[in-house]
């Protein structure tokens, strides 16, 4: 098998790639939805089909304008050292040159992936597969997006065997490492009709999604599932302050409660902490509606006691 430095010099071609000052997001960006597929126990190898949309958006969101256009490119283009195409012999025996248009690869049969010495390689190697990821989100992408990118491609960052909280719930913490799932951001900020449920923040750049994230009430980190009573559709500025325990919630109303730690300067009633004491803005649903038993956990844990009056 791969040993760790074989496997990190077959992906080093990325890196190498970047340092030409061209900006192409496409290669990494595929290369991170594969990582973070096998990281949740997915088979080897994609139809490019089940990548189209996860490639379109993710270029829409990282990439230039109209990048999401080329999304294809990586999926044939990647190094045959690493990456794998399957399909019709008229297709996969194509000069590398003549890259298929996107019907082509839409077609049946046309799979890829990880060449499979490197899928076993980071399948056996979890916390490998996390540094492989590192590099190419340190060769690619400027330090404030890492975290953006990641929740997206669905990649769980964090050492491969993360202490769970002792008071994590026992139904969910069970120890099973789970990753992140790409799906609960979508579905928590579908949830909120992709607005803020503190402050209303719904700002898009053309159709997606801008600084809007979705936090998990009981942490990820300590066995919280990735369900929508679980999660809440916040803008960067109110997840960060939400993760830092400044505001949580009150179990019964679903009222915003900030902390008596959280201080603001003169324009602190008229500013941050006028959600104080305000109901959050609904998920379209009560079904999706935050969990008490989610709370409950987020209060005893992260919320910074006692609560402003
Ligand atoms: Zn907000």
Known sequence: MLNADQTIALFEGLRRAQSNGRYAPHKPLLVLLALARIQRGDARLVPFADVDKPLQNLLAEFGPSGSAKSRHYPYW????????????????????????NLS???????????????????????????????????????????????????????????????????????????????????????????????????L??????????????????????DVEPNGLSLCAL??????????????????IVFSRHAIAGSKGLSGELKHHGQPLLRPQSPDLLPGPEFIEWNQHNVFKTPARV
């Open 104 to 202: 082509e690869l839409r077609q049946d049969g046309v799979q890829a992936g990880f060449a499979p010495e490197v899928d076993a390689a980071l399948r056996a190697q979890p916390d490998l597969l996390v540094r492989v990821a590192q590099r190419v989100l340190d060769a690619y992408f400027p330090p404030t997006l890492h975290a953006d990118i990641a929740a997206v491609v669905g990649l769980d960052l964090s050492p491969p065997t993360p202490e769970v909280r002792e008071n994590a719930a026992p139904a969910y913490g069970a120890g099973a490492k789970r990753a992140r799932s790409a799906r609960f951001r979508e579905q928590v900020l579908l949830a909120y009709e992709h607005r803020c449920c503190v402050c209303g923040f719904d």
């Open 238 to 255: 109110h997840h960060k302050l939400f993760d830092l325990g400044a505001f949580t919630l009150e179990p019964g109303d679903l009222r």
């Open 77 to 100: 283009h990647l190094d045959r050292a690493l990456w794998q195409v399957n399909g019709p012999a008229t297709l996969v025996n194509r000069a590398l040159g003549a890259t298929p």
């Open 204 to 225: 898009r750049i053309g159709n997606v999604s801008a600084g809007l994230e979705a936090a998990h009430i009981q942490w990820h980190t300590a066995g919280g599932p």
